[in-house]
C-alpha cells in the first residue's frame, strides 16, 4: 500500500525558513520523480517543485524559484522528499502535499497524494 506522509510544518514569520518532509513508501518509486504541490486557503492545489528520479535535476515553478529547494534520497522502496523553504512569505501559506509521477516538460502526478502539512507563514 502507497504512503505518503509529509511533517515539517507549522508558523513562521515572513522571512523565515521551514523544512518539509515526506517518507513514500510502499511500491518501488525507481523512475518516478517527486514533487511538491500546496493548496492555499480557498485556492486549487498547485504545483511547487519537482526533482527527477535520480535526483540531479529540479524543477521549480516562479513563485518558489530560488527560495525553495526541493531533495530526495533513499530509493527503490521508500523515498525521502524534502523541502527546503527560505525567505518565506504570507502568500506562501497552504497545505505542503508531497507526490509522484512523471516529468516531460511539466510533472504529471500519478493521483496519490499524504495528508499535506500547515505551513503558515505570518506577516
Known amino acids: 500500500q502507497v504512503q505518503l506522509v509529509e511533517s515539517g510544518g507549522g508558523l513562521v514569520q515572513a522571512g523565515g525558513s521551514l523544512r518539509l518532509a515526506c517518507v513514500a513508501s510502499g511500491r518501488s518509486f525507481s523512475g518516478n520523480a517527486m514533487a511538491w504541490f500546496r493548496r492555499p486557503p480557498g485556492k486549487e492545489r498547485q504545483y511547487v517543485a519537482a526533482?527527477?528520479?535520480?535526483?540531479?535535476?529540479?524543477?521549480?515553478a516562479d513563485s518558489v524559484k530560488s527560495r525553495f529547494t526541493i531533495s530526495r534520497d533513499g530509493a527503490n522502496n521508500r523515498v525521502t522528499v524534502y523541502l527546503q523553504m527560505n525567505s518565506l512569505k504570507p502568500e506562501d501559506t497552504a497545505i505542503y502535499y508531497c507526490t509522484f509521477g512523471d516529468y516531460d516538460n511539466g510533472f504529471m502526478p500519478f493521483g496519490r497524494w499524504g495528508q499535506g502539512t500547515q505551513v503558515t507563514v505570518s506577516s
Open positions: 526533482i527527477d528520479w535520480s535526483g540531479t535535476k529540479t524543477y521549480y
